[in-house]
């Protein structure tokens, strides 16, 4: 039997999956042929086909154990019951590339700019290529061009801001799943919906926090960054997530003491943003009102 190193799929689906690829537009025999024994053969995560008119991605699910991090996040929040702590609950890899296809349909509908949707089957989808990632071209900007790189995650703490302001949650914006669209910037990888397990200023004020852990230390101009992205979030951002955001920040802030103490023994880079992230936004909240 065929097997499609993906769980419980053989030679039938084979088929099914040829009958489906071939409804995708604007691919010939030769593009089918290698997506098939990519989805056949491959095993990585996610990674890029080359086919004949653009570029795609194949995203797998189900390929990773639950991390360590995961494991403990549970385990933390069942002892401290905070909501934005919450794990989202583990699905299996078909409910997880239904969930993903799902989240890209929804934010298409309110207006959001994301990959387009090829293919999706049990446990995989297929993904039209969406360009140089917003991180890619951080990491161009960084030395060359200080002012347009601290300018870019400037926009992307707007950007984050617009997608709030639609009623949504991303639940993982990071620079990496962020991608140009013209002068604005369209988002992916909605893997994570925190939604299911939080409500949704409480999912969008821990967006901002998760930004923020990016932006806080790789801003090249520091607190001028930090005070400009904040400002940027702010103005698009819906009342009940600033006003949720003050109150995460709070119970984060009361860690900070505990952070700077570890972290005079040992300063690990995750250790360093949070420090960093979170003073900031303390900081945040007595130079702006959230009424
Ligand atoms: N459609 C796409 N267009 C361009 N790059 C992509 C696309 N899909 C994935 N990538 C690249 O692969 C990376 C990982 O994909 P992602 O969906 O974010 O999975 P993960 O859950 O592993 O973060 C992205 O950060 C991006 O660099
Ligand atoms: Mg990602």
Known sequence: ?????????GAGEVVDQTTKLNSIPNLNGKDIETLLTVLVNGSRRVERVSLSSCGAWIKRYGTEKPSTWRHLQAMFSRIVPI?????????????????????????????????????????????????????????????????????????????????????LCHGRPYPRDMFFVGDRLGFMDFEEDPQTVMPLEVAQARDVWLLFLQIATGARFGLQTQNRAYEAWFEHAPAAARVELQRMIRFLGGFLFL?????????????????????????????????
Request: glycine share 8%; hydrophobic share 45%.
């Open 83 to 167: 909501a934005f702590l919450r794990p989202c609950a583990y699905l299996s890899p078909r409910q997880m590339a239904e969930r993903e296809r799902r989240r890209i349909v929804l934010f298409k509908e309110r207006g959001i700019a994301v990959p387009d949707v090829l293919y999706a089957s049990n446990g995989a989808i297929v993904l039209a290529d969406a360009g140089m990632t917003v991180q890619q071209r951080l990491w161009q900007l960084r030395d060359g061009d200080p002012a347009a790189h601290d300018d870019l995650m400037v926009v992307c703490a707007a950007e984050l801001g617009r997608l709030h302001a639609k009623g």
């Open 1 to 9: 039997m065929i097997t499609l190193g993906l769980p419980g799929i």
């Open 259 to 291: 952070a700077r103490l570890i972290g005079r023994v040992h300063m690990g880079s995750d250790l360093q943003r949070f420090i960093v992230a979170t003073s900031f936004l303390m900081h945040a909240f007595t130079n702006y009102s959230v009424d």
